[in-house]
């Protein structure tokens, strides 16, 4: 199999498309996902009218929704149910999220994370998106809860989303809790842990989103994957069918030189654990089963990673044993 560079899992933000990149395709958060890059000038945003939340009215529990009141706006209607005290997001930051979509005329709930017990992670960019959540999010504090009601024209069109049972004409209407933003100067924030053995790289633990310093010991290297916690979170462990959203450097171990980051680059990178696995196995198996929040040290031996086939042009050579520093940012 012909090797890639990792770069090409390393995405520009504002740029990146998730939709379509997630390993689970009966994953219904592609239900928000825009149905095409087509831009759109800035649209009207009104107060209302919007249905009222007869339950589940804290943020992060499952809200229940009363159908729309009437008729809608054809303007996109956005309230702020909860004030977070969070971050503000930004257009082309990331956000992870839970919510519930349903449509106005009927109520019939067509999604909502809540019950996956897995929040969307996605960003807020023209393609990525539909343009009712990146205009309605972007201006809102972390830890809030939005309502907003999207006429088609931001949201599915004309065409509508069959396979989510919304026709052309539905206005959907949403209830979002924005749990966490994310953006190319995130860290992973988790408890350091003491770096105790001399005989692996000594890795840095500034959260300020700069590339964490790396020493590579002057020994040989270990003959076996190492995968430990620098920085050690507080999230779900992940598991190797999900994909990930971090930051990460690659050094080669003889010498030290780095031969990839995204840190202080202006990027995030997202990647499958799956197909990682055909470029780089040991870091895939290196992240499976460490907690989101986390940054860790991953050891590759050459067997694991790119063995006597290297990329050419590069840093890496014939054997070479790499390393690697992840910050765990989300799970998807």
Not at 212 to 217: E, S
Not at 224 to 232: G, Q, T
């Amino acid at each position: 199999m012909r090797r890639r560079s990792l770069l090409l899992a390393a995405v520009p933000a504002g740029l990146v498309t998730l939709a379509g990149c997630g390993d689970d395709s009966s994953d219904s958060s592609s239900a928000v996902a825009s149905p095409s890059a087509s831009a759109s000038p800035p649209p009207k945003i009104v107060e209302g009218p919007l249905p009222a939340i007869t339950a589940g009215r804290r943020f992060g529990e499952k809200p229940t929704v009363a159908k729309g009141p009437g008729t809608p706006s054809k303007n996109l209607a956005v309230r702020t149910v909860i004030a977070g005290g969070g971050r503000t997001v930004a257009e082309n930051e990331f956000i992870r999220a839970d919510y519930l979509g349903q449509i106005w005329d009927t109520g019939k709930v067509f999604d909502n994370s809540y019950d996956r017990k897995r929040p969307l992670v996605m960003q807020l960019a023209q393609g990525s998106i539909i343009d009712g959540w990146r205009y309605a999010l972007q201006g809102k504090r972390t830890g809030s809860r939005v309502q907003i009601a999207v006429p088609p024209a931001l949201g599915y069109g004309e065409g509508g989303n069959p396979k989510a049972g919304i026709k052309g004409t539905d206005t959907l209407v949403f209830v979002i809790d924005l749990i966490e933003s994310f953006n190319s100067k995130s860290s992973a924030k988790g408890t350091p842990v003491p770096q105790t053995d001399a005989a692996l790289p000594k890795v840095g633990t500034g959260t300020d989103g700069g590339a964490p310093k790396v020493t590579v010991p002057q020994a040989a290297p270990p003959k076996k994957l190492v995968s430990r916690y620098v920085l050690e979170g507080d999230g779900p462990e992940l598991k190797a069918d999900q994909t990930l959203l971090c930051q990460f450097q690659g050094l080669v171990w003889d010498g030290g030189k780095t031969f990839e980051r995204t840190y202080g680059s202006g990027r995030l990178s997202q990647f499958s654990l799956q197909q990682m696995r055909e470029v780089v196995k040991g870091l895939a198996q290196g992240l499976t089963g460490k907690k989101v929040g986390s940054r860790v040290l991953i050891v590759v031996p050459p067997e694991l990673a790119y063995g006597d086939k290297p990329p050419g042009g590069g840093a890496i050579k014939k054997g070479s044993t790499l390393v690697f520093t992840v910050d765990i940012l989300a799970a998807m």
